[in-house]
């Protein structure tokens, strides 16, 4: 079968966990299935694969102090809050849900069955590929070959090479979320216009 | 420097302190927080005065209005011209700098010391009008104060800096007035401009606090009442009165000898709380008397009271007068602050600890006695010296002598009630005993009645055997509760850590499980290679389980005990008797080496883990080695801590692992047939005891390894 | 005889610049063959500056005239080089009567309205950011300009305007496939554009000496 270009990151501090059925089951869907033992490990292969589409496994509980919910943290606020992360955890459901604030895809027990954990990885992919945030991520990085910099120029002096706008689209920071807006709009006035048609 | 006209010494050139009219707040308001103390602070220089009655009147203070005024009347010796002009307007001293003793008739230990009582007026209104007689005096003195016009002048000054406002500029009017009586004499205070209204709660509220004003362990204190007056019922016009508690359910006194030089201390033994006399302690003599109520006793108080008294710790007396603080009446008794500590230590296991909530306790102290014990210049604490924080640990002391003795009353009450049980048990078998011999011979009509009976008595007998049974079980759980609690592991980390451990193997076996039956049979090689480690899997983690769970279910058992361990003699016994064969057998030496012993409280069978399974890992490390094969265990102590090292000269522990090796996870000894939580458990164990585990760098060279595990003291 | 002020910011260290020149030059190109008149305030000549524009303003020989700027700008200012060098506190009765036109981010919410309580006529301009992009000179080019072409062409400004509209449609329309977010930009812009004051004012009536 083929398989899935999307990376699905695991960030787990349990050695057991590699190359265990679960991981076996998904890296049969998915081509590149990375175990990583700490939060660095998982970040680095991150920030060096962004541009590709990711799906990340979070273990709550890692060694050395580190929790998972800390990881999310520093992902949402340092990388991409378009990034979907598992929570996969030994511990009660109740209890993470409790204590995560970021944006978390879903929070699924280790107990459950592995079908159960590769069926939500399939459903955040497909979500990935169906968000404005995507779309517009996805065309900009293809973009980013081509073009030359700066790309946009603010007439009050804003330069924004096509790095930095998928920046602010990953960040989610105003300006980024002003470019998601736009598109909708131009789709919207394309439609109005009679430019375009939606599929029956 | 000097200038050349100033050669001699020139009365000139002479520079005096002034005081910013801001002043005023500053010692004032700032100093007394709240306006129950500054009602304390008046009526204590009322007591300095050596008045017999205060009368504290509120007129009109709710809704506060133009004609709002709180009043302070007493009957002391009042002041003259004089006094008020180079006492009373003197800022800062103690008016009673020369004698700690009011003249006579009373010959009263002063209270009011530090002088600024008079500022507490401030904290009240803002005008004071103060009318003061001495007897055989002709004429009343009265002076007026209003505060408000230094605040408003303070408010200037900050615009303006001039430099005219400055306190002791301030012109206060004063005036003669006849007197009525030639023979009166007292101190009258009136306070206008109030500055907050008064409800029936403050009311009530400052006369209880000033209930709390004198102990009622001082007999020698020649009368001194206190009377409130206000528009509220009950408080139209009443005496204030120290309640005397007569029903708590038990009572302590302890008092001092001077000349012996001796404290009475309280000492528990055995069911019986005995007075013994120990040397005098730094902070000096004190006399305390303790009420401790238990449950039904609190009952009794509450209906007795219904409200306005409460349980509510232990309050600190100097000279008969009240000294601990009290918050400005904050929504509930639990604001006020237990500056003694006592609830506190309650969070370091609360099984049977006294809480302020379970007792009143008056402890007096004394200015020449007890001079080391000083108020705080706010009044909400004291000086936290040496003295304090010694007299702080005594009254702990006590509490812990009369927790002990509380606890064993409460054991013989358990047992007195199991043998009980147990009794009447007997009783009922001796009755039904009774009834079957009365019914052999009983005629027909009472032979009906009687096995009626033998049937009650036995459906008894059931009940009473079902009772038995179930204090038990109570009884079991509330030991196995005990144990959990006792500073093993926190119920919470313990929840915790079997939701990790099981749920992580299982999930892992489920896994595997699940694998194994969608998938089996594939040729496909990645797949049989996956069968194989999965089928493997099962079998380790599930060997892992049972061990997990056998050593966390090890804190569940209802019969864990602490006993005195002699780590020396242990570590001597596994050692040279318990596996010397095995050492032997491999050709391993070992090597025992305590400088000095430590002797701790715990579980032995817990403490003997931690040991055994460093061994077992030892030998599995050094068994294969060519040369020497060493093993060695020492231990040393330190100010604050014993220190044990642990070494091997194996193939020693790499730089990445040296944290992980303490996972449950962790194991690199799989093939000879470890699962591989050894030092899992020893590190749960030694956390447990406070204490903690890590690799350190290898005594042994080139290669072993050393690990070191630390036991702080208890504090 | 029209008189026209030309404002832009030639600066080159500024990216912008490539932009606000070609801008710049194509209408001066046009207006050339028109025969009319206009000075250029540029960055080069060393006029885009406030202290200049001031005494020139408050000694302005000839009103009304239309006036064109080329520069960035913030909602109450017209900037060149990070200083402002026509804003609210300029003296803004010079443009009484006159045509006020500019491609500047924003400047349409303060400097817009206190020209219009100053008497001036019309004003043509942005009211928010506006964002350009670099690959795409010539559209953008072709959309700012296009107002002030359609007034040369005798249109009065209410159809200035409607072919301005167009112009920024028919841009997307012609890029929206290859380009979604240029097009989605350019949409972006053309929803800011904002007029205040007089929609029936043609360019004849800012001809000089009336």
Not at chain 1, 95 to 102: H, K, L, V
Not at chain 2, 448 to 459: G, H, S
């Amino acid at each position: 079968m083929n398989k899935s270009q999307t990376n699905i990151i695991v960030i787990e501090d349990d050695e057991r966990f590699r190359g265990s059925a679960v991981l076996f089951l998904i890296g049969m869907h998915y081509e590149t299935v990375k175990f990583c033992l700490t939060m660095a490990e998982g970040i680095a292969f991150l920030t060096s694969h962004l541009d590709e589409k990711n799906i990340i496994i979070l273990d709550y509980q890692l060694s050395q102090g580190e929790m998972g919910n800390e990881v999310l943290h520093v992902i949402r606020k340092d990388i991409s809050k378009l990034v979907p992360v598992i929570f996969w955890t030994a511990n009660t459901i109740q209890e993470i849900a409790e204590i995560i604030s970021d944006k978390t895809y879903a929070v699924v027990s280790k107990t459950e069955s592995s079908e159960t954990l590769l069926s939500i990885i399939k459903q955040a992919e497909n979500e990935l590929n169906h968000t404005i945030e995507g779309a517009l991520e996805e065309w900009l990085v293809l973009e980013k070959g081509i073009s030359v910099d700066p790309y946009l120029i603010k007439v009050s002096k804003q330069e924004l090479t096509i790095k930095e706008i998928l920046n602010e689209l990953r960040l989610q920071t105003p300006t980024g979320q002003k470019f998601e807006k736009n598109l909708l709009m131009l789709t919207i006035d394309l439609l109005l216009r009679r430019k375009e048609k939606l599929n029956d | 420097m000097a200038e050349d006209n100033n050669s001699e010494a020139n009365k000139d050139n002479v520079l005096y302190w002034k005081f910013d009219v801001s002043t005023f707040r500053l010692l004032g308001r700032e100093l007394i927080t709240d306006r129950i103390t500054a009602l304390f602070e008046l009526v204590k220089n009322c007591y300095d005065a050596n008045s017999t009655k205060v009368i504290i009147e509120f007129i009109d203070v709710n809704p506060i209005s133009k004609n709002s005024k709180i009043i302070i009347w007493d009957n002391g010796y009042g002041m003259s011209l004089d006094d008020i002009k180079n006492k009373w307007m003197i800022i800062g001293t103690s008016n009673k700098r020369s004698s700690r003793i009011s003249p006579a008739p009373f010959y009263r230990k002063l209270v009011g010391k530090k002088g600024v009582g008079r500022f507490a007026v401030d904290k009240l209104g803002s005008k004071l009008l103060l009318r003061a007689k001495q007897e055989g005096q002709e004429e009343v003195i009265c002076l007026e104060l209003n505060w408000k016009e230094y605040e408003d002048l303070s408010n200037k000054m900050d615009l303006n800096q001039t430099s005219e406002a400055l306190f002791t500029n301030m012109r206060n009017v004063f005036w003669m007035e006849t007197a009525k009586r030639k023979e009166s004499h007292g101190v009258k205070l009136e306070v206008s401009e109030i500055r907050d209204f008064w409800s029936k709660q403050d009311i009530e509220r400052s006369y209880i606090q000033l209930s709390k004003l004198v102990s009622p362990i001082e007999l020698n204190i020649p009368s001194f009442e206190i009377i409130i007056k206000s528009q509220y019922d009950n408080f139209r016009n009443i005496k204030v009165k120290n309640t005397s508690f007569s029903n708590a359910s038990e009572e302590i006194k302890l008092s001092f000898n001077k000349s012996e030089n001796t404290q009475e201390v309280l000492k528990h033994s055995k069911g019986i709380l005995e007075i013994r006399n120990m040397p005098l302690r730094n902070f000096g003599p004190i006399k305390l008397r303790l009420l401790y109520f238990d449950l039904q006793a609190k009952r009794l108080f509450s209906k007795e009271y219904q409200g306005t008294e409460r349980i509510d710790g232990i309050k600190i007396y100097r000279d008969g007068i009240i000294t601990t603080p009290f918050a400005e009446y904050a929504g509930t008794v639990d604001e006020q602050r237990d500056i003694l500590g006592i609830d506190k230590r309650r969070w370091s296991g609360f099984f049977d600890k006294v809480s302020s909530r379970d007792i009143i306790g008056y402890l007096d102290i004394t200015d020449f006695d007890n001079p080391e014990i000083i108020d705080s210049t706010n009044r909400q604490d004291f000086v936290d010296n040496i003295q304090y924080q010694d007299l702080k640990r005594f009254i702990v002391e006590q509490l812990i002598e009369l927790e002990e003795y509380l606890a064993f009353k409460k054991k013989e009450v358990t047992n007195n009630t199991k043998s009980g049980l147990k009794n009447v048990k007997g009783d009922i078998k001796d009755f039904s005993n009774l009834v079957r011999e009365i019914k052999k011979t009983a005629p027909a009509p009472f032979k009906e009645r009687l096995t009626i009976l033998e049937k009650t008595a036995k459906l008894v007998q059931i009940q009473v055997s079902k009772g038995i049974k179930a204090f038990d079980e109570l009884e079991k759980e509330k030991v196995r509760q005990e144990n959990l609690f006792m500073s093993i592991m926190s119920l919470q980390d313990y929840a915790f850590e079997i939701a990790h451990v099981i749920n992580t193997s299982l999930s892992l076996i489920l896994g595997a499980a699940e694998f194994i039956k969608n998938y089996y049979p594939n040729s496909d090689k990645n797949f049989e290679d996956q069968f194989k480690i999965e089928a493997n899997r099962i079998f380790s983690e599930m060997t892992k389980l049972n061990q997990a769970v056998v050593f966390l279910l090890s804190y569940a058992q209802s019969n864990i005990s602490f006993v005195k361990i002699d780590i020396k003699k242990m570590t001597e016994n596994l050692f040279n008797d318990i596996y010397v064969e095995q050492f032997e057998k491999k050709g391993i030496s070992t090597e025992v080496n305590f400088d000095k012993n430590l002797i701790i409280n715990h579980n032995e069978q817990f403490f003997r883990d931690i040991f055994q399974n460093l061994i077992t890992n030892s030998i599995k490390a050094v068994e294969d080695n060519e040369g020497l094969k060493l093993i060695k265990c020492s231990g040393r102590v330190e100010s604050d801590k014993f220190i044990l090292l642990f070494s091997d000269n194996g193939p020693g522990i790499s730089e990445e692992d040296k944290e992980r090796v303490f996972n449950i996870y962790f194991t690199r000894t799989e093939e000879k047939g470890g699962a591989g939580i050894g030092l899992y458990i020893v590190k749960k164990r030694i956390e447990a005891m406070k204490g903690s585990v890590q690799v350190i760098e290898n005594e042994f060279k080139p290669t072993g390894t050393t690990i070191q595990l630390v036991l702080p003291f208890a504090d | 005889m029209i008189k026209f002020i030309i404002a832009y910011d030639d600066n080159e260290k500024e990216d912008l610049s490539i932009f606000f020149k070609t801008c710049a030059q194509e209408l001066i190109a046009r207006l050339n063959l028109e025969i009319h008149e206009f000075i250029e305030w540029n960055h080069t000549n060393k006029y885009l500056n406030e202290i200049y524009i001031d005494i020139f303003l408050n000694n302005i020989p000839y009103t009304p005239f239309v006036f064109l700027s080329y520069s960035h700008g913030s909602e109450d200012s017209l900037v060149g080089e990070n200083l402002p060098y026509l804003s609210v506190r300029s003296n803004l009765d010079a443009f009484k009567n006159s045509l006020f036109y500019t491609f500047s981010c924003s400047s349409g919410k303060l400097l817009g309205q206190k020209l219009l309580e100053k008497g001036c006529t019309s004003f043509i301009g942005y009211k928010n950011d506006i964002f350009f992009a670099a690959p795409y000179l010539a559209e953008f080019v072709e959309c700012s300009n296009s107002g002030i072409y359609s007034l040369l062409n005798g249109e009065n400004v209410a159809v200035a305007l409607r072919i301005m509209l167009d112009t920024h449609n028919k841009k997307i329309d012609e890029l929206y496939q290859d380009n979604f977010f240029v097009a989605s930009v350019i949409r972006d812009n053309r929803d800011s554009l904002i007029h205040y004051g007089n929609k029936d004012a043609k360019i004849d009536d800012f001809a000089f000496g009336q």
